[in-house]
């Protein structure tokens, strides 16, 4: 894929190259969507946390950690992004089922709940780095044992944090509502991902920021984060 040279973004892009460190079939088709060329780099830096990081707290980090995994691999002229996504239901990390009856339970802790997903991700090159975290929350109705069966015996749920894709199918049947970035639940918040992108191409000084509590939410009175 070339850079469309009337993207808003192809002036700051000249010359550079962007690198995303993932293989994750959502992060790629959020990037492509955006309309920038790239080449996929997978970090394969652990994704392991103490039990002492706070939930909000792990995305950020094990984004970081991805991006410092891959940083000896940039030239010059490439601009690297990673991501890590979380699912979290009251304090408890739902992660990637090891198994379908894991698969079960965690959808059937998060039927008819509020949770938050949260997407930490890392902007980095040779001379700056970015860091930010998103947060979007989800109630899911009530889910029959039927629809969860069918659910996780015909869809790829072991590679997806709290074992669903908001695109799957059973986000169409059991996603009630949604506060905050449908695409940050996917993987990658791609509004605040691509402002601060152009932010970032736009400083010429080397600089270091995080935004822990970034948080692309709005408020209601029936939720509860």
Same mark, same amino acid.
């Given at each position: ?7 808003? =973004?192809?002036?700051? =892009?000249?010359?550079?190259? !962007? ?11 959020? &990037?492509?969507? /955006? ?5 996929? *780099?997978?970090?394969? #830096? ?14 950020? &980090?094990?984004a970081h950690r991805k991006a410092e995994y891959l940083r000896s691999t ?5 601009? &690297?992004?990673?991501?890590?996504? !979380?699912?979290?239901?009251? $304090? ?10 894991? #698969? ?5 802790? /998060? ?11 890392? !902007? /980095? ?17 009530? /889910?029959?044992?039927?629809? !969860?069966?069918?659910?996780?015996? *015909? ?26 970035s449908y695409h940050n639940v996917m993987g990658l918040p791609s509004a605040? =991902?691509?402002?601060?992108l152009k932010k970032f191409l736009s400083w010429n000084k080397t600089v $270091? ?11 209601? #009175?029936?939720?509860?984060?």
């Amino acid at each position: 894929m070339k850079m469309d040279k009337s993207h808003p =973004l192809a002036h700051l =892009l000249e010359g550079k190259r !962007i690198v995303l460190g993932s293989q994750s079939p959502r992060r790629i088709e959020i &990037l492509s969507q /955006l309309g920038l060329p790239f080449e996929c *780099r997978p970090s394969h #830096a652990p994704e392991d946390h103490d039990k002492y990081t706070k939930a909000e707290d792990v995305p950020q &980090l094990l984004a970081h950690r991805k991006a410092e995994y891959l940083r000896s691999t940039l030239a010059p002229n490439e601009l &690297l992004i990673t991501a890590d996504t !979380i699912v979290i239901l009251g $304090e408890e990390i739902i992660e990637k089922p090891k198994n379908l009856a894991d #698969a079960k339970c965690f959808l059937e802790k /998060l039927s008819g709940q509020w949770h938050k997903v949260i997407t930490g991700y890392c !902007i /980095l090159s040779h001379d700056k780095e970015y860091q930010a975290s998103v947060e979007s929350s989800i109630r899911f109705a009530e /889910l029959h044992p039927d629809e !969860i069966e069918y659910y996780i015996t *015909r869809y790829q749920v072991l590679d997806k944090a709290g074992a669903y894709g908001i695109q799957d199918w059973i986000g169409l049947i059991g996603v009630a509502e949604i506060r905050g970035s449908y695409h940050n639940v996917m993987g990658l918040p791609s509004a605040h =991902l691509y402002s601060n992108l152009k932010k970032f191409l736009s400083w010429n000084k080397t600089v $270091e920021i995080s935004e822990s509590k970034n948080f692309d939410q709005t408020s209601g #009175a029936n939720c509860p984060y």
